[in-house]
């Protein structure tokens, strides 16, 4: 079965920086592409960053451009979401996802919530003004 487990989610004040980590177990998912997304009280889920098998990436959202820095361990199945000058519009819930199907490079459908076909519980993120 496969699992997502994320962490490192927590409280920050603005500025602030965070790593998240999502470790997948049950499956390898190294010829799949891996994201993240958030989720605001009252918001649909957004996109955040995406890493390809590739190691290559699909533009990160616009909200958080040269704030953010995705990379992946395929040797321990984890994927990083690595966090900077955080702002409370950030504050949100956190979820890692892979994609459904493997090899995939399109750099519209990499950032579309409904091709992941895994998702975690989410990690709380929360920046106070």
């Known amino acids: 079965q496969v699992q997502l487990v994320e962490s490192g989610g927590g409280l920050v004040h603005t500025g602030g920086s965070l790593r998240l980590s999502c470790a997948a177990s049950g499956r390898t998912f190294s010829s799949y592409t891996m994201g993240w997304f958030r989720q605001a009280p009252g918001k649909e889920r957004e996109f955040v960053a995406a890493i390809r098998w590739t190691g290559g990436s699909p533009p990160d959202a616009a909200s958080l451009k040269g704030r953010v820095t995705i990379s992946r361990d395929n040797a321990k199945n984890t994927v990083y979401l690595q966090m900077n000058s955080l702002k409370p519009e950030d504050t949100a819930v956190y979820y890692c996802?892979?994609?459904?199907?493997?090899?995939?490079?399109?750099?519209?459908?990499?950032?579309?919530?409904?091709?992941?076909?895994?998702w975690g519980q989410g990690t709380q993120v929360t920046v106070s003004s």
């Open positions: 996802a892979v994609r459904g199907s493997p090899y995939t490079i399109d750099n519209y459908l990499d950032t579309e919530a409904s091709k992941y076909a895994y």
